[in-house]
């Protein structure tokens, strides 16, 4: 049996690091530790721990990195319910040697931390280095696109190139836009790579476990649709036309340049302006941009949902797997 890789995921309470934690421990890819064979030995089963005897909680080779503050929260005592280890990491405030002493035994190390977090990661790149981390996986998780395009991108490349300039194994995964979030900017004609947000975690166990992709950034995506396709899709499939305008957010920070509410509409503009109006969130220009591509690389899928059917689960009132941001 190999050696299950043992990942860290960083920000798993968040919205994308929940689907992360969900895709590594029900990937068949060993990040679990398989305990199974004991499970059968008497003498050794009485000295297991009893949560690696229930077959419905993980045996954990994957750990939560989460901040001391929320180490109380229902949402990592559920993922300890889980069987994962939960370890103590704050990206704004921890020092080298907790980093070092937290990131100590893993393999690989996720991030998927909240949009104020981003730049912090660069606090963590020496002990990544020192700790031998065999792949990191920054906080990208978004569209393509080059640089200066939007800000939120490129704090995210300030944090690449920094691990590239110490030499940090990395892979770079971008899942296009949530299905979950089907705004229409522009004339909504441009294609997106589109991700359920529930299935993005399924193919970031694939990938990270992939030497294709390491040193590699990564389309991940199930479907590409125009978001006038999208809307016709919803109207088809709830029988009723909910096609709604899209505001004009720049306006906002022309008012108030320190205001964290227009800053978020400027970034939330930008990536509209990227995808949608300039067609950065495609395969194809993914590919003239280097990326290999999920689809060529799994061919034979992970399951995902298609859009109709979430469609369909939310009319029928069944949760769509989007919750509030942190
Ligand atoms: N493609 C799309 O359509 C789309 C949509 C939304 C987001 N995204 C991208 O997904 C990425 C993650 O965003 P998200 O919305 O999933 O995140 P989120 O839910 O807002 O938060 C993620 C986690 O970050 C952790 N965190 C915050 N500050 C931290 C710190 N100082 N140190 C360590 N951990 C910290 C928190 O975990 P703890 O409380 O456990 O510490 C939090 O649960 C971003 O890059 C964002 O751009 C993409």
């Given at each position: 049996?190999?050696?299950p890789?043992?990942?860290?995921?960083?920000?798993?309470?968040?919205?994308?690091?929940?689907?992360?934690?969900?895709?590594?421990?029900?990937?068949?890819?060993?990040?679990?530790?398989?305990?199974?064979?004991?499970?059968?030995?008497p003498?050794f089963?009485?000295?297991?721990?009893?949560?690696?005897?229930?077959?419905?909680?993980?045996?954990?080779?994957?750990?939560?990195?989460?901040?001391?503050?929320?180490?109380?929260?229902?949402?990592?005592?559920?993922?300890?319910?889980?069987?994962?280890?939960?370890?103590?990491?704050?990206?704004?405030?921890?020092?080298?040697?907790?980093?070092?002493?937290?990131?100590?035994?893993?393999?690989?190390?996720?991030?998927?931390?909240?949009?104020?977090?981003?730049?912090?990661?660069?606090?963590?790149?020496?002990?990544?280095?020192?700790?031998?981390?065999?792949?990191?996986v920054?906080?990208?998780?978004?569209?393509?696109?080059?640089?200066?395009?939007?800000?939120?991108?490129?704090?995210?490349?300030?944090?690449?190139?920094?691990?590239q300039?110490?030499?940090?194994?990395?892979?770079?995964?971008?899942?296009?836009?949530?299905?979950?979030?089907?705004?229409?900017?522009?004339?909504?004609?441009?294609?997106?790579?589109?991700?359920?947000?529930?299935?993005?975690?399924?193919y970031?166990?694939?990938?990270?476990?992939?030497?294709?992709?390491?040193?590699?950034?990564?389309?991940?995506?199930?479907?590409?649709?125009?978001?006038?396709?999208?809307?016709?899709?919803?109207?088809?499939?709830?029988?009723?036309?909910?096609?709604?305008?899209?505001?004009?957010?720049?306006?906002k920070?022309?008012?108030?340049?320190?205001?964290?509410?227009?800053?978020?509409?400027?970034?939330?503009?930008?990536?509209?302006?990227?995808?949608?109006?300039?067609?950065?969130?495609?395969p194809?220009?993914?590919?003239?941009?280097?990326?290999?591509?999920?689809?060529?690389?799994?061919?034979?899928?992970?399951?995902?949902?298609?859009?109709?059917?979430?469609?369909?689960?939310?009319?029928?009132?069944?949760?769509?797997?989007?919750?509030?941001?942190?």
């Open positions: 049996m190999a050696a890789i043992k990942v860290g995921v960083l920000g798993a309470t968040g919205r994308t690091g929940e689907t992360i934690v969900d895709g590594l421990v029900g990937s068949e890819t060993k990040y679990v530790r398989d305990l199974s064979s004991l499970f059968t030995y003498p089963t009485k000295h297991i721990p009893s949560i690696y005897l229930n077959p419905n909680t993980t045996t954990q080779e994957v750990t939560v990195l989460t901040r001391p503050s929320s180490i109380d929260n229902d949402e990592v005592k559920a993922l300890k319910a889980r069987g994962l280890r939960t370890v103590a990491l704050d990206l704004a405030t921890g020092t080298k040697a907790e980093f070092l002493q937290a990131l100590e035994g893993l393999d690989v190390l996720v991030s998927a931390v909240s949009y104020k977090a981003l730049a912090d990661q660069q606090r963590l790149l020496e002990a990544i280095k020192e700790a031998g981390i065999k792949r990191f920054p906080c990208f998780w978004g569209t393509p696109a080059p640089r200066g395009e939007q800000h939120l991108l490129d704090v995210k490349f300030d944090v690449l190139d920094a691990a300039a110490i030499d940090i194994p990395y892979t770079v995964i971008n899942v296009g836009w949530w299905t979950q979030m089907p705004d229409i900017p522009g004339d909504g004609n441009v294609p997106n790579a589109l991700s359920d947000v529930r299935d993005i975690g399924k970031a166990a694939k990938i990270i476990a992939d030497p294709r992709t390491l040193n590699k950034f990564v389309l991940s995506y199930s479907e590409v649709f125009t978001f006038n396709q999208i809307y016709d899709l919803m109207d088809e499939v709830s029988v009723e036309s909910i096609r709604t305008p899209l505001a004009e957010a720049k306006e920070l022309k008012k108030d340049p320190t205001d964290f509410s227009a800053q978020w509409a400027l970034m939330f503009n930008q990536y509209l302006d990227s995808w949608g109006l300039r067609g950065h969130n495609t194809q220009y993914a590919k003239y941009l280097g990326y290999l591509d999920v689809q060529d690389l799994y061919p034979e899928g992970v399951g995902s949902k298609p859009l109709r059917t979430l469609f369909q689960e939310v009319l029928e009132g069944k949760p769509s797997g989007i919750r509030a941001m942190k």
